[in-house]
């Protein structure tokens, strides 16, 4: 099979561009049965990934892809620019912690690629590394940290080459030492910290650690682990198995954290919906044989956030209320039917809240800027906290001690900027310490951000973000970039972006639509792209490129559409429904055959967003979003490069894989059709390396398939 696929690969190479002789893909067709419509798949064989013969064909098809892509000029000149640009913005940083007179953070300087984990001493303001990812391991990166509560220990989740099964690994900070304990597998997202005496760490350990097997996320287990005992040893605060009236599913992963006060554990069962249900027991239960738990929030409840302190019980519910309210009710006795509204609901979303030792913070935004409020946790006043205009985050340096919070401002062409602010004094100051050296030219200067409301299908208005360069020709002769996500409620805020001021800079419009399924305009907004009205999210993608070619951005021939990860829903989707209005698709790790990826480990903890192939009524929506089985043979689709990253959990590689295929088999166009494979990658990565190289030669094929002058390859 092998010298088969390099046959393919030899010929290309003597008769360059003129046509695409892709490594051969057998169909092996196999029809399945949903609820009486049976849909026939010619690839399931290739969701075998131990199969030596399925990762011989993912090894050709990353070979070919890259003789293709290595023959496109200015590659380097994007991947060079692209660390300019990083350099340009100097260190860049994550939000602090705070022990003491010490600040603990991650930073990438401005020629690395990997984060690497500092203190800074408060007093002197001395900075030191104390601790290198790349001493550790090979490929190892520093995923997240929690600190100790006196600054002596600090625990280090692992990655490998992007993938998202982690370890944790404890540093003495002392005696700059590693200690013995291991902790594995862990997710890459779940929450673990130190108990308040220092000597154990609360953590969630996933059932397996092998990411081929189907049992990747289920039974997971919320543990205690004490330093300086083997693993095997940790005892179990909560499991499906071990605590059968919390009613948990198999998918559902239970996570344990700490009130602030260390007088109550919290337990939250989790999953893509942010309505967890919610369950406490008395710190002092961590003693007990087995902790009983009681329940606080159902998931009806529509709570996506809580804060307790004391008997207090701050929530942020979207509970007759899609734009969010924020409410207080008793921990004892909670009644959030009765509970007392100190936000109430209005046309803006609050987005999320959180605490320092005294207030609650809150985040308003009207889609385009956010805003931060306090409340003062005594008397409840707010009072809006006087920031920069712009996307306003923050995060609180010690909120079991103090009341300093870090912020961070953010718009399309500004580079992110750090803040300190104490409500105390109401000031708020640029921070001396995470700011990096910026060097960045003035983006205002060079291009337009134009904020405009969209006409979909169904007359719903949909934002679109445009960025364009001035005193552009608006003729339709320029290229154009349209990206979209739609899912769980993720708002695509404003932010700067180095990888989109590269392609800025190449003279491409870049655009992005605020489409259905997202929570740009609240709770409605991210039901109104779910399950049956998850259309919603291709044809207001659809409607929003309409826009841009209709207003004269951009032509067809010009346009190139992206979708990552539940995106891949909307870009497969949307060249399959409108394969003439795209020049180029790019699928990044996408979710492109739902009617498969339930059979995958990470597959399960979609149904709350997607539905279910138990349910007849679900599984035709599920039909419906199938990006895979819609195309057709004969219709002549954009060229289109699909991403994969070997270490991906999240979207099983095969589901990309078998998109691609499908599209090589069937295509009519002469445009081509490539899987670009990352070994190197899993979902995403925080080696800027890799990313750069992954994102030069994505977008170099993407500009030379739209006709961009300078990545056309010499004629033979």
């Known amino acids: 099979m092998k010298n088969v696929f390099l046959a393919g690969c030899l010929l290309l190479s003597q008769i360059g561009f003129a046509q695409y002789s892709y490594p051969k893909t057998p169909e092996k067709p196999v029809t399945d049965d949903y609820f009486g419509t049976k849909i026939t798949d010619n690839y399931q064989w290739l969701e075998d990934l131990k199969s030596p013969e399925v990762q011989t064909w993912f090894k050709a098809e990353s070979d070919y892809s890259h003789i293709i892509i290595d023959k496109i000029p200015n590659r380097e000149t994007l991947y060079n620019r692209m660390k300019q640009v990083q350099e340009m913005g100097g260190d860049s940083y994550s939000y602090a912690k705070q022990r003491g007179n010490f600040y603990f953070y991650l930073k990438t300087k401005k020629n690395e690629k990997l984060s690497k984990l500092y203190t800074r ?49 404890i540093l003495n900070l002392q005696t700059k030492k590693i200690l013995d304990d291991t902790l594995s597998p862990i997710w890459s997202e779940f929450n673990f910290e130190f108990t308040p005496d220092d000597q154990s760490i609360i953590y969630t350990k996933m059932s397996t650690g092998d990411p081929n097997s189907n049992m990747l996320l289920k039974e997971m287990k919320a543990m205690l682990h004490k330093l300086g005992t083997h693993s095997d040893q940790d005892i179990v605060l909560a499991s499906r198995e071990a605590n059968p009236e919390i009613n948990m599913l198999t998918e559902q992963f239970p996570m344990i954290e700490f009130s602030e006060d260390y007088q109550y554990i919290f337990l939250n069962i989790g999953s893509t919906k942010l309505e967890s249900p919610q369950f406490y027991a008395p710190y002092s239960a961590l003693k007990d044989k087995k902790i009983t738990w009681k329940q606080i929030i159902k998931a009806s409840d529509d709570i996506t956030q809580t804060f307790i302190k004391g008997d207090q019980l701050f929530f942020l519910s979207h509970k007759n209320a899609p734009n969010y309210k924020i409410g207080l009710t008793s921990l004892s006795n909670p009644d959030f039917d009765n509970a007392k509204i100190i936000v109430p609901e209005g046309n803006a979303v609050i987005k999320s809240i959180h605490n320092s030792k005294n207030y609650l913070f809150y985040a308003l935004n009207n889609g385009i800027t956010q805003d931060k409020y306090q409340i003062d946790l005594k008397t409840l006043a707010i009072k809006k906290v006087p920031l920069p205009n712009g996307v306003n985050t923050s995060a609180s340096l010690n909120s079991r001690e103090n009341d300093h919070l870090q912020c961070n401002n953010s718009n399309w062409l500004t580079p992110n900027t750090f803040y300190e602010y104490t409500p105390q004094d109401g000031k708020v100051i640029k921070s001396k310490y995470f700011n990096g050296d910026s060097k960045y030219p003035d983006y205002n200067a060079s291009y337009v951000v134009k904020e405009v409301e969209v006409k979909s299908h169904d007359g719903a208005m949909v934002p679109l973000s445009v960025i364009y360069p001035k005193n552009m020709k608006m003729d339709g002769s320029t290229l154009a970039y349209i990206t979209g996500y739609g899912g769980y409620g993720i708002s695509s805020t404003p932010r700067f972006s180095n990888r989109l001021s590269v392609l800025l800079e190449q003279g491409v419009v870049v655009a992005i639509a605020h489409v259905r399924g997202g929570g740009e305009k609240g709770e409605n907004w991210h039901k109104d792209g779910m399950k049956a009205k998850k259309p919603n999210t291709w044809k207001d993608f659809i409607a929003c490129s309409e826009y841009l070619v209709d207003q004269k951005y951009t032509s067809p021939s010009k346009l190139i559409g992206n979708g990552v990860s539940m995106g891949g829903v909307l870009i497969g989707r949307a060249i399959t429904e409108r394969p003439d209005l795209f020049a180029v698709a790019i699928a990044e790790v996408g979710m492109t055959n739902v009617l498969r990826s339930q059979n995958s480990a990470n597959g399960a903890n979609q149904i709350p967003e997607v539905g279910s192939l138990k349910n007849a009524e679900d599984t035709k929506y599920l039909i419906e979003m199938d990006a895979q089985s819609k195309v057709k043979k004969g219709v002549k689709y954009p060229a289109v490069i699909v991403r994969t990253g070997m270490n991906d959990s999240r979207i099983t590689p095969w589901e990309p894989a078998k998109f691609a295929a499908t599209l090589q088999n069937s295509t009519a166009s002469e445009k081509p059709v490539l899987l670009y494979v990352n070994y190197e990658n899993g979902h995403f990565t925080s080696d800027l390396d890799v990313v750069f190289k992954e994102y030069s030669d994505i977008f170099a094929f993407a500009l030379w398939q739209a006709g961009h002058p300078k990545f056309q390859p010499a004629k033979k």
């Open 121 to 169: 001493d408060i007093s002197t303001g001395k900075e030191t590394l104390i601790f290198d990812p790349e001493t550790y391991k090979k490929n190892a990166q520093v995923t997240n940290f929690s600190i100790d509560s006196k600054g002596n220990k600090i625990a280090l989740l692992f990655s490998q080459s992007g993938g998202e099964i982690c370890e944790i690994k």
